[in-house]
């Protein structure tokens, strides 16, 4: 009995030094932590709060402002720049937690009321709900046979069932199909119904964000192709996957000459550009409060086809780039050797081939202004701004002395 209360007592007394141990070791961390704090100013004025929201506002990027979630725009403010005066970035963001918690974190019908009359004294928020498009005849199919074939198939995702009913619906007989078709086409015409009336109720000067005009964005030359032909192909080889059909369009496009990508595709996209402008345009007169959609723009591979189906020159630069191609051509690749050949010929075979560039030069400008007449105006104008951004002040190079 002895023994056992001897380690009986060992063991209280292990416990208590352990104890006593952590709780030595909690105070130093707390006055650790007291030491490494910067002393702070006792209180904070109702003007420095003031000044701590100005700067907080100010910190916000500009763009960012009204569009991001709260708590992200916080997390990605800047502190140190919030920080003024005797506060640092820890006490600013200390301060704004504490303000923060006084927030109300729910609303009275005294504030809904309020908000209530700023909605009836504003026009563009008394704008109903649009009403919503019917679904198609797929989908009222999958959602009528949905419950039945998970009753039936217990554990499968909704996903799933989905993908399976859409393709059961798409292999379903005309005469099957129709009274699904038919559901759409009466929803449609009550859609259609209740959008002349939502129209109706909202005059036209109150529905500035859902304006639109019917001007359809034109397609890119290989957007275009890649629409058309990935279709035509689905409708042809239905069997064949999809990801399979899209790399076939894609060989298809880059095996494709340049002259045939300008004239069936870049250049059709070009003129529908044009008549989508108009359109944006004429639009824009009867509907002033409109915002104009970005106009479409030539992408760099588009850029590519024009040039080259309608002859674009290549830029010629001086005499020494003419002998440097002309060396390339004989398979000369080295650029040290190059230029050491360069120097070899001497001022009278450095001035001939100058005498080449001049040559070249002139016939450059030409055949310039005969691919800029082939442009349209606006691109005309693209033109000549790309040009003139290309251009920069020249500047002599310095030289190094020769070696003694």
Avoid at 39 to 47: C, R
Avoid at 208 to 214: C, D, H
Avoid at 323 to 339: G, K, M, P, T
């Amino acid at each position: 009995m002895d023994a056992q209360e001897k380690s009986h007592d060992k063991a209280e007394r292990k416990k208590k030094k352990k104890k006593q141990a952590d709780q030595d070791e909690i105070k130093s961390e707390d006055i650790a932590k007291d030491a490494t704090q910067v002393a702070q100013p006792a209180g904070w004025t109702q003007e420095d709060e003031e000044t701590l929201l100005e700067r907080m506002k100010l910190a916000t990027p500009e763009e960012a402002r009204h569009q991001r979630h709260y708590a992200t725009e916080l997390k990605c403010l800047n502190w140190e720049k919030v920080a003024f005066g005797p506060y640092n970035a820890d006490a600013c963001k200390q301060q704004w937690d504490a303000i923060a918690r006084k927030i109300r974190k729910f609303r009275t019908l005294t504030d809904v009321l309020v908000d209530a009359k700023k909605i009836v004294q504003d026009p563009l928020k008394q704008i109903g709900t649009k009403p919503r498009k019917p679904l198609p005849a797929s989908f009222i199919y999958i959602n009528k046979n949905r419950k039945k074939y998970m009753k039936k198939h217990p554990g499968s995702s909704v996903t799933a069932v989905g993908q399976i009913l859409a393709k059961k619906f798409h292999s379903l007989s005309e005469n099957k199909k129709k009274k699904y078709v038919d559901l759409h086409q009466s929803a449609l015409e009550q859609y259609n119904a209740e959008m002349g009336e939502f129209w109706a109720k909202n005059p036209q000067e109150t529905m500035g964000r859902w304006k639109r005009s019917n001007a359809v964005v034109p397609l890119c030359g290989h957007d275009f192709f890649f629409q058309k032909r990935l279709m035509k192909l689905q409708a042809e080889d239905s069997a064949t996957p999809l990801p399979s059909l899209k790399k076939r369009v894609e060989k298809e496009w880059r095996e494709m000459s340049v002259h045939k990508k300008w004239k069936k595709y870049t250049s059709k996209f070009m003129n529908n550009r044009h008549e989508y402008e108009k359109q944006e345009q004429e639009y824009k007169k009867s509907h002033p409060s409109y915002t104009l959609k970005l106009k479409p723009q030539l992408t760099p591979a588009d850029i590519k086809i024009r040039d080259e189906a309608l002859g674009r020159p290549p830029k010629v630069m001086n005499g020494y780039v003419l002998f440097r191609r002309d060396q390339a051509e004989q398979h000369v690749v080295d650029n040290a050797s190059i230029l050491r050949t360069w120097k070899e010929l001497g001022k009278e075979g450095q001035e001939k081939w100058n005498a080449k560039f001049a040559k070249a030069k002139a016939e450059y400008t030409v055949a310039f202004d005969k691919f800029m007449s082939k442009l349209s105006p606006e691109d005309r104008a693209a033109v000549e701004e790309e040009r003139s951004s290309s251009r920069r002040p020249h500047k002599e190079p310095t030289r190094r002395k020769p070696p003694a």
